[in-house]
């Protein structure tokens, strides 16, 4: 099975990129043009995209937005603006981590094998979490609420399960990086609000009085037990 489709239309980079995770046992093709790439993820299905938003033509967000809809696998996207917008917005189009350029090979690699480790982690013995008419079953990673089946994407399935697991107490930013991703909160990083964001939308929260994933302020976010009918 093919483990990352990289998409990166800077020929050195991108070979400098694939490369240095083929070294590090990983199966990598690197594709240079956004449609082309649209077409080998969606037919070969690799466990990670690794997607340049600055791709010329079809840019990595429309990359983003063609392929989510049929594609569950792990999407990073890779890009040198600094913009908050940018990141929000790739995230929002479902993305599931904005990586910044330069690229510092050994950190890529760290948060790559991250995200694969948690991609393929099955947990049977911790069997499915049930709050009224919310069922989250970590084995075969669906969520259903009110008997329908919920689409999430891998990092929203993730950070769900995380709070559930933890329903009842206070999680800030830095303990849902670090149990997501294994890095700190360093301030700035704005992928765990978007994440909850496009969570409570999905789940039937209220966005201006969230019930069921509560903002506590100054504090960080909380699960509610019995929100959920």
């Known amino acids: 099975m093919l483990d990352i489709v990289l998409v990166e239309d800077d ?19 690197h594709e240079r043009c956004g449609q082309r790439a649209i077409a080998r993820i969606l037919s070969e299905k690799p466990a990670l995209v690794l997607l340049d938003i600055g791709l010329p033509g079809q ?7 063609q392929i989510r809809p049929h594609y569950d696998g792990i999407i990073c996207v890779l890009s040198a603006r600094t913009d908050n917008i940018d990141q ?5 189009l479902g993305a599931d ?8 090979p050994r950190v890529l ?21 049930r709050f009224g008419e ?37 999680l800030d930013r830095d303990a849902l990086l670090r149990g997501l991703r294994g890095i700190a909160f360093d301030g700035l990083d704005r992928s765990i609000d ?15 009085q969230p019930e069921r994933i509560k903002t506590v302020r100054g504090r960080g976010y909380l699960f509610s037990r019995s929100a959920w009918g």
């Open 59 to 65: 840019d990595g967000f429309e990359v983003c937005r």
């Open 194 to 208: 978007a994440r909850i964001s496009r969570l409570r939308r999905k789940l039937g929260d209220n966005p201006e």
């Open 11 to 29: 020929a050195r980079l991108g070979t400098m990129v694939s490369d240095y995770l083929k070294r590090h046992g990983y199966q990598v093709a």
């Open 109 to 129: 690699l760290a948060r790559l094998r991250a995200h694969l480790r948690r991609h393929r982690r099955v947990e049977p013995r911790d069997g499915a979490l």
């Open 134 to 170: 919310l069922s989250i079953d970590p084995s075969t990673r669906n969520v259903h609420l009110q008997g329908r089946l919920l689409e999430l994407t891998t990092a929203e399935f993730d950070l769900l399960f995380l709070l559930a697991g933890n329903a009842g107490q206070i």
């Open 97 to 104: 981590d904005y990586i910044g350029k330069p690229i510092e």
């Open 88 to 92: 929000v917005l790739g995230l929002e």
